[in-house]
């Protein structure tokens, strides 16, 4: 059961990267947090230093839910370390809130985590990131907690270099 209801989740992550595209959710796929596609633009969220110097960067959030569906999140993984980029990754979860259905999948499961990862990138893409988000995936199972399983498909955050 509990591996069933770690599958759920991350199936729910997967839909939540829908919330960094930039054309609106479709009936066909749920939401998984209230205020989807993002309402302020993503490259607000890239921390400064890194896009002056072309930096890329990976971060894996591990959240939770409250009863309220208010999202916490920790950083549980960032690449490279130094650039905030753990902080810009909180700082785009803030004032989230899980949609009602997504908040019922998780009730049953008792502290239900899901991960949340996130890629920045600039454009053109480094030719390394791919590498790196390979690596980081490849060592990161089950990182938010046993039965969390492999990252969902990410969420890309892309700017181009100032």
């Not at 960094?20 to 939401?31: D, G, Y």
């Not at 921390?47 to 894996?60: D, F, I, N, S, T």
């Not at 905030?84 to 004032?95: D, K």
């Not at 009602?100 to 996130?118: C, H, M, S, W, Y």
């Amino acid at each position: 059961m509990r591996w069933m209801a770690a599958a759920l989740v991350v199936g729910f992550c997967v839909v939540g990267a829908s919330f960094a595209q930039s054309e609106a959710p479709t009936a066909s796929r749920p939401q998984f947090f209230d205020l989807e596609p993002l309402e302020r633009p993503r490259e607000r969220n890239y921390p400064q230093r890194a896009l002056e110097r072309g930096v890329a960067g990976v971060v894996h959030l591990c959240c939770r839910a409250n009863a309220a569906r208010d999202v916490s999140c920790e950083v549980a993984v960032e690449w490279p370390n130094n650039f905030r980029f753990g902080e810009s990754a909180l700082s785009l979860m803030h004032g989230r809130r899980l949609t009602e259905q997504a908040a019922q999948n998780l009730q049953d499961v008792p502290g239900a985590t899901f991960r949340v990862p996130i890629r920045w990138q600039t454009m053109p893409t480094p030719p390394e990131l791919d590498g790196v988000v390979a690596r980081i995936d490849s060592e990161t199972i089950d990182l938010c907690g046993p039965g969390t399983g492999a990252a969902p498909d990410y969420i890309v955050i892309e700017a181009r270099r100032l």
